[in-house]
Structure formats: structure tokens, C-alpha cells
């Protein structure tokens, strides 16, 4: 053999073994993508997945799927493959409860055959934002999705972890998806996009007009009413705690240590959003209502 072929025999070892080595990554990639969600039932017809990102519901009829939110983009394949695990039949509309990525973040995938429902002020949010996947339905205090027999209501009930929140309702089971409005781990008040303490209170107060017995919250465990409840309370005991501190003298810069509490659980986690991102706003929201 000369010293040409012995060359070429060598560089096409070589990519041989490059493009051996490519799939390999490619595969062991798309394993680690996987994974990240695990899919449970709530009631019975009523699943949700849950893992990083907002908690998604899945509301099965004999029509199809509506699903609740929708994660990150990267999530779009495996929350196809956990609906598959649970019905046969296709998503045929998506709710967004809100503009924020971790919840709306597969809309692109699922708007090539389904339909995405969100309030107004969500979609100016996400116009505003130059995000993807822009809903083409869209509504301004209430609506509703019939399919397969199956009624899932949708209701703007104020402004809150937003000013564009929705609140999902399933009559026929007694249970809420609340999006962001309710959080088991502490709640991020989003003012550059129309949050508000005072409006929160006033929308968790409406939801617990509604007939219901178990929530999704957008964040966390299955709650019940109570536990609903108990967010309110807390929500109301955190304004009296900044006002009180405000009156006190307690400047900007100080508040987040003063605003810590044995009693106030959202002040306990320190690296959550609440204290990292929520307070300089709840500050001056708490200073503009009591001048």
C-alpha cells in the first residue's frame, strides 16, 4: 500500500470514529433531556406533570386533551410522551395561565396543532417580551373550552402574580389550576408586569367564591381549600408586616432582613423569589398605599 491510501485509510478511520463518537453524545443527550417530568393523576380524568418549571394539567375527554401550561421549550417532546402514557388522543388546546417561559415556554410546539388560549394582558406580555408561540385565542374576563362533553372554565379574577393570570376550572371535579396566583413554595410578585399584593389578595378572595376542593398550584404540591386559604392569610400577614415596618422607619435597603419571620415562611427561603426578586416592589406598592 502507498503512502496516499495508507493516508486516506487513516482519515477515514478517523471519521469514522468522529462520527461514532457524535452519536453517541447525541444520544446520551437527548437521555439526559429526558426524564426531567413525572406524570400523576389528581382525579380521575385530571392528571398533572410536574418537575422543573410550572406544573402543567392535563384534563382528559373523549375528544382530546386540554392541557394547562406547558413548561420550558425544551419540554415539548416529553410532555407529548407523558400524555401519551395516560390517552391516546392528541392536545387540542393549551391554556396558558400566564406569559412567564416556565409555563408557556412549549407554545411553538404545540400551536402546530393545537389551539393556545391566554388572557389579553398575557399575550401583550408575551408581545412585549419578544417571546414565541403567541396564543391566537385570547380573552378579557372569562371563557370557556367544551370538548368531549367535558366544560373547563377560564376566569380573569384580578391582578396579582400578574396583571394577565388565569384561573382554570374544572366544575364536574371540584379542582383549580391556579398558575402562579397560588405557589407552595413562595410567590414571585412580577410589578413590571402588573403584580400586585393588594390585587392578590383581592383574587385569591375571588377564587374561593369558586366551588372547589383541590388546586394546582403553579409551584409545588397538590393544595386543598384550606391550604388556598392559608395563602391568603399569609399574603395579608406579609403586607401588615412591610407596613408595619415602613411606619417603623425601616428604609429600602434594610427591609429584606427586617421582613424575616419565623411565622412568614416565604421569608425563610432565602434564595427564593419572593426576597430575591419581590421585595423592592412590595416596598414601594406597601409606601405608595399608606402616604
Known amino acids: 500500500m502507498n503512502k496516499n491510501k495508507i493516508m486516506q485509510a487513516l482519515v477515514n478511520r478517523l471519521l469514522v470514529s468522529s462520527l461514532f463518537s457524535a452519536v453517541i453524545l447525541a444520544v446520551s443527550g437527548g437521555a439526559a433531556a429526558q426524564g426531567r417530568l413525572n406524570i400523576s393523576e389528581v382525579k380521575d380524568g385530571l392528571h398533572v406533570i410536574m418537575g422543573p418549571g410550572g406544573n402543567i394539567g392535563v384534563r382528559l375527554t373523549p375528544e382530546g386533551v386540554i392541557l394547562i401550561d406547558n413548561k420550558f421549550p425544551q419540554d415539548f417532546e416529553e410532555i407529548q410522551s407523558l400524555v401519551a402514557e395516560v390517552t391516546d ?17 412549549s407554545n411553538p410546539g404545540f400551536l402546530q396543532f393545537a389551539e393556545v388560549i391566554a388572557h389579553k394582558n398575557a399575550r401583550e406580555n408575551m408581545l412585549r417580551g419578544n417571546q414565541e408561540g403567541l396564543p391566537r385565542i385570547i380573552y378579557t374576563d372569562e371563557t370557556a373550552v367544551s370538548l368531549g362533553g367535558i366544560e373547563v372554565r377560564v376566569f380573569h379574577m384580578g391582578s396579582g402574580h400578574t396583571n394577565g393570570d388565569s384561573v382554570v376550572y374544572f366544575p364536574d371535579l371540584k379542582t383549580i389550576h391556579g398558575g ?7 410567590p414571585f410578585i412580577d410589578y413590571g408586569n402588573g403584580g400586585s399584593s393588594r390585587g392578590w389578595v383581592r383574587t385569591v378572595n375571588n377564587i374561593l367564591t369558586l366551588d372547589f376542593n383541590t388546586a394546582i398550584p403553579g409551584h409545588g404540591e397538590i393544595m386543598d381549600r384550606r391550604d388556598v386559604l392559608n395563602f391568603r392569610n399569609q399574603m395579608e400577614a406579609i403586607r401588615a408586616r412591610m407596613t408595619s415596618l415602613i411606619r417603623d422607619g425601616v428604609n429600602i435597603s434594610d427591609v429584606s432582613n427586617q421582613i424575616i419571620d419565623p411565622d412568614l415562611s416565604w421569608t425563610q427561603i432565602e434564595d427564593g423569589l419572593f426576597m430575591q426578586r419581590s421585595i423592592p416592589g412590595f416596598f414601594n406598592e406597601i409606601l405608595e398605599e399608606i402616604r
Open 89 to 105: 388522543l392528541p392536545v387540542r388546546y393549551v391554556i396558558n395561565t400566564h406569559h412567564h417561559g416556565d409555563h408557556s415556554g
Open 180 to 186: 402562579d396566583l397560588l405557589h407552595g413554595i413562595a
